[in-house]
Every structure is written in structure tokens, then in C-alpha cells.
């Protein structure tokens, strides 16, 4: 299995960076993943577990073609998806911290194809490298485009 994760702290409240991530996805996730060259949803209205999306990514200069489905989604908490046409894993957690964010994004990889075994330890750094620069994006966006939180009260 290939797994990476990487989290940081985005000094926004909570509700709008889920809203930001989760229920603009569709519209938010090719601008902070670069490597995404085509998305497209696969079902109506917002998005909810069951929802479905393709894709066309371009990773190290390797094209690839998914289907995957939102396989868990807490307003507020968690968004999380699962290839369909190939197998993979991918969560979005979100937790308070004061009045902003913490975000954690993981990617896992159950298996490697056969051919690509001998470069395991490449797509290891190669996919923690894309997980870290994921969550620095996220942050940079969310940011620079969504108000920051009132100050407590004194």
C-alpha cells in the first residue's frame, strides 16, 4: 500500500473552508490540484455520498483516467472518496482549532501494479510530495478567498 497524508492550519473558521473543499469540490478541486487537466461530475446537484466524477490527471507526466464516488461525507467534518475504475482512497478531514481549520488530507494506493513495484519508493516521495503541496494550495485559496473569523468577544 501507498499511503501519504499531510495537514496544515488554514486561519479560516471551519464551516466556510468545509463549504470551500466539500459542497464547491466540483468547481474548487482542478484550482488547487493542478495536475487535474480534466473534471467532470457524473451526477446532479450537490454533492452527497453516492456522488460521482471522472477525471483526467497528469502526474509526473503520466496521463490517467478515474471514476471515483464520494464514499463518505460529514458536513463539517470529513469528505472522502473511492476510485471506481481503479482502486484508490482519498479523504478530506476538517477539525476546529480556536475559530480556524485544521485540514487533513490522506491519499491511499491499496495496491501497485505489478510494473510499477520496482519504483515503489519513487511514487512514495513522489505522492507525499503531491499530498503536502494539496493542503498548502487548499490553504493558499481558502485564504486569500474567504472572509477571516470575527474575533471573540471580550
Not at 488547487?32 to 454533492?47: A, C, N, R, T, Y
Not at 466524477?53 to 502526474?59: M, N, S, T, Y
Not at 471514476?67 to 469528505?79: A, D, H, K, Q, W
Request: aromatic fraction near 12%; proline fraction near 11%.
Amino acid at each position: 500500500m501507498v499511503k501519504a497524508q499531510a495537514s496544515t492550519l488554514i486561519r479560516r473558521p471551519p464551516a466556510p473552508v468545509f463549504a470551500f473543499v466539500a459542497d464547491n469540490f466540483h468547481r474548487n478541486y482542478p484550482r488547487w490540484s493542478p495536475e487535474v487537466k480534466q473534471f467532470q461530475p457524473l451526477s446532479e446537484g450537490p454533492i452527497r455520498t453516492g456522488w460521482m466524477a471522472r477525471q483526467v490527471r497528469v502526474d509526473v507526466g503520466r496521463r490517467s483516467e478515474a471514476t471515483f464516488r464520494v464514499s463518505g461525507y460529514e458536513p463539517g467534518r470529513c469528505l472522502s472518496f473511492e476510485g471506481i475504475s481503479r482502486p484508490f482512497r482519498v479523504d478530506y478531514r476538517f477539525e476546529p482549532v480556536h475559530h480556524h481549520t485544521r485540514i487533513t488530507f490522506t491519499f491511499e494506493l491499496p495496491r501497485l501494479e505489478l510494473v510499477w513495484r520496482p519504483f515503489e519508493r519513487l511514487i512514495r516521495s513522489t505522492v507525499q510530495d503531491s499530498a503536502e503541496r494539496l493542503v498548502q494550495s487548499v490553504k493558499q485559496l481558502a485564504e486569500a478567498e474567504l472572509p477571516p473569523a470575527d474575533p471573540p468577544p471580550r
